[in-house]
């Protein structure tokens, strides 16, 4: 890691946890109550995931991987091996998990691009080692096990795909993608989505051994997306958009919030959006965090984007119904659902 994350790291082990300054803002008339915890943490949060209510981890753009086991009260630095961008984590259970990333580009003259890299741990997040790169230099975006053998990645216009748990990958180059993959996620064994960069999504329906491309014809990128009981969401730069034929045709939802990062829905009907909100206004002004709702299947949404405790919010990890964690800037959120 750079130097500030070395300090950060040497100082989390040898005293331990420190205490996260909370400041609690009640968010009931948006279908949940919020808190935000200051981390203590010296980088930017990217990813975040939770195997419950108390243990979870986060990822940060210098390389770091964090763990809590209090429910995000406190967080300790783990032995992660890189100092590049970890864009996105995943557990299996417990104890086995994997994290990816990297850079496709870097300053300088004469300089090599890192590309990218998937991590796996075993011990509960305690060691990490790097079991892939990709044969070109491309970093991955994000990571998606459909069971404890099969699972996928995917990066700029690879998907990469494993059957044996990861100790082995093969890459699946998409051609005429014309943008970069965000987001991989399934709704079952046999059917996923890939949401991209201008206008393309993905769509499997025989466990990833095939893809289609398809375009909502919207002239959007993508971010994220979620399933639930035969109906997809795909969020990102404009309104999101709602599938309930599995992906054949999108409708975009009018009344939606724009520029959500991430999404989360529990039923076909009760869903979370999480991203971008209002600016803060002047030269060197800033975005405030935007956090809504829905409970009509995206007909109707409560919330806003005036969240000024936070900026942007990046990702969100909701281990169950009643419960989610969220990431923006070095703050994580703690969302609570009545």
């Known amino acids: 890691m750079k130097l500030l994350s070395t300090i950060l790291f040497c100082s989390v082990l040898m005293t331990a ?8 803002q009640n968010s009931s008339s948006i279908c949940f109550e919020t808190t935000f915890l200051n981390t203590n943490i010296q980088d930017g949060l990217m990813s975040v995931f939770f195997l419950n209510g108390k243990d979870g981890f986060v990822t940060s753009y210098n390389g770091g991987i964090y763990k ?3 429910s995000a009260k406190t967080w300790s630095a783990l032995n992660s091996t890189t100092n590049l961008p970890i864009r996105d984590i995943c557990f299996l259970n417990s104890n086995s998990g994997f994290a990816v990333g990297g850079l496709n580009s870097c300053g300088g003259t004469g300089c090599i691009p890192p590309g990218g890299f998937i991590l796996k741990t075993q011990d509960a997040g305690q060691s990490w080692n790097q079991i892939f790169t ?10 998606y096990f459909i069971n404890n053998l099969l699972g996928f990645c995917v990066g ?14 093969t890459e699946n180059q998409i051609n005429n993608l014309g943008g970069k993959m965000m987001k991989i996620k399934f709704s079952d064994n046999q059917n996923g989505f890939i949401v991209c960069l201008f206008d393309k999504i993905l769509k499997t329906t025989d466990g990833g051994s095939t893809w289609q491309i398809t375009s909502p014809q919207k002239n959007i990128g993508y971010y994220s997306l979620s399933s639930s009981n035969g109906t997809s969401y795909v969020s990102g730069q404009g309104k999101i958009l ?11 939802l009018a ?7 991430d999404i989360y829905f529990t039923t076909q009907n009760i869903g979370y959006a999480f991203g971008r909100g209002n600016y803060s206004g002047g030269d060197f002004g800033h975005s405030y965090g935007s956090m809504y709702c829905t409970d009509n299947g995206g007909n109707s949404w409560n919330g806003n984007g005036d969240f000024k405790d936070v900026g942007l919010i990046q990702a969100v990890s909701f281990p169950s119904s009643k419960i989610g964690y969220a990431v923006s800037g070095n703050k994580v959120i703690k969302i ?3």
Do not use: A, F, M, R
């Open 242 to 252: 709602k599938s309930v034929d599995n992906g054949i045709s999108w409708n975009e």
């Open 68 to 70: 809590t086991v209090d």
């Open 336 to 338: 609570s659902i009545n």
């Open 255 to 261: 009344t939606s919030p724009s520029d959500i990062y």
């Open 17 to 24: 946890c420190k205490k996260n300054n909370q400041i609690t």
């Open 156 to 169: 700029d216009n690879v998907i990469y795909k494993t059957t044996d748990g990861g100790q082995s990958w």
């Open 134 to 143: 990709p044969s070109n230099k491309l970093e991955i975006t994000s990571v």
